[in-house]
Every structure is written in C-alpha cells, then in structure tokens.
C-alpha cells in the first residue's frame, strides 16, 4: 500500500512538474512576442490620422431641454457638449502596442486623448439614459442609448436596459440589431453581452407560450 502511494505521489509529482516547465514555456514565448513587437512599435514613424473614424455627438437630435433643472442631467449635457469640441475615436481593444505599430509611437498620446475622450463619452451617455428612465423619459432615452451602441459602446448596461426598452415596445427584431452591434465589438464584454442579449430574447418568448 505505501508503495502504491508513493507511486501515485511521485506520478503526480511528475506531471505537476511537466505542466510547470510547459506552462513556463509558453510564457516565456509570450513575452518574447511582447518585447518584440513593441521594440518593432517604438520604432514606426508617425502616421497621418486622417482616416480615424472620428465620432460627431448630434446635439441637434438630443433632448437637451428635458429636465434642465436635474443636477445629473446638467452635468451629462455640459460634459457633451464639451467633448463635442474634441477629436474622439473608439479604440476600444487597442493595446498601446497595437497603436504604436498602426499610427507610429509619436501619435500614442493625441491616441490615448482620443479614446479618452470616448470613454467619457459612452460613460455619459449611459447616465443621462439612466436619469431620464427614472424619471420616465424612456423614449428619450433610447435615443441616448442607441447612438451610444452606433458609437460601438461595451458598456453592457447599455446594451441590456436598450433590449429591455424594445421588449416594452413589443419590437424584438430590434434586438437582433444590438446582437448585430454587439458582434463587432473589439472587446472582452462581447461574448457575454451577445449571450444576455439572446437570453432576454428566448426569455421573452418563453413568457409568451
């Protein structure tokens, strides 16, 4: 018995030690790949930015009077409506590497200031949504929530309370087209987003048998 333990023990040992040594391999090859593709990056010249999908924030279309008096409201407008001076780029999914290798390493900060910009942008989005939902604006705020998803926003929130809203409307093809949206993020959030998405779907019919 105790040298079938020791058997087992030294088996186990074995492989522990084979997946260490595999594990630290791979590693390793990882961050030889990092290290040169980012010694290949920081030595790309700067390239033109003309041909950056650069996002206008429509005001015009916005319910910028309803509301007025809300302190959150206020503030989401005011932050719009500064941004909407500045360059804003979704680069969501870039890493620095990845930039510096497509638009050269001196355009790394004017890159970092546009997406930025984005962030706050869909973060703002989403707040005024949410301000006027509570107070009972959900058109108003659809419109909000669906220029933030044409943006390419991965905020799931976004995503989920806009389903929710066509739900309520009884227009579920709509659904299909957040699906659609969704599919083409460049981000981590993609998968589970398209996932909820699908079950909010499948729930709604389920209800309906």
């Not at 015009?60 to 809300?70: A, G, S």
């Not at 942008?121 to 220029?147: C, I, P």
């Amino acid at each position: 018995m105790i040298l079938g333990f020791l058997a087992s023990f030294i088996g186990i040992a074995i492989i522990i030690s084979v997946l260490a040594k595999r594990s630290s391999k791979e590693r390793n090859a990882q961050d030889k790949n990092f290290w040169d593709r980012e010694a290949q990056a920081n030595n790309v010249r700067r390239k033109p930015l003309d041909q950056l999908n650069y996002i206008h924030i429509p005001l015009e279309h916005f319910p910028l009077q309803l509301l007025e008096d809300n302190i959150t409201v206020k503030e989401c407008i005011e932050t719009l409506q500064a941004l909407s001076t500045q360059k804003i780029v979704n680069l969501t999914g870039w890493s620095n590497t990845d930039l510096k290798l497509e638009y050269g390493t001196a355009n790394l900060s004017l890159l970092t200031e546009y997406d930025q910009n984005f962030t706050v942008l869909v973060r703002t989005l989403q707040k005024w949504a949410d301000a006027l939902t509570e107070a009972g604006y959900a058109d108003n705020a659809a419109v909000l929530m669906e220029f933030a998803v044409s943006a390419g926003t991965d905020i799931s929130s976004t995503y989920y309370q806009l389903a929710d809203y066509w739900l309520s409307q009884g227009e579920n093809f709509q659904i299909e087209h957040l699906i659609q949206a969704a599919d083409n993020l460049n981000s981590a959030n993609k998968d589970i987003i398209i996932r909820n998405l699908k079950e909010k779907v499948w729930g709604d019919v389920m209800k309906l048998e």
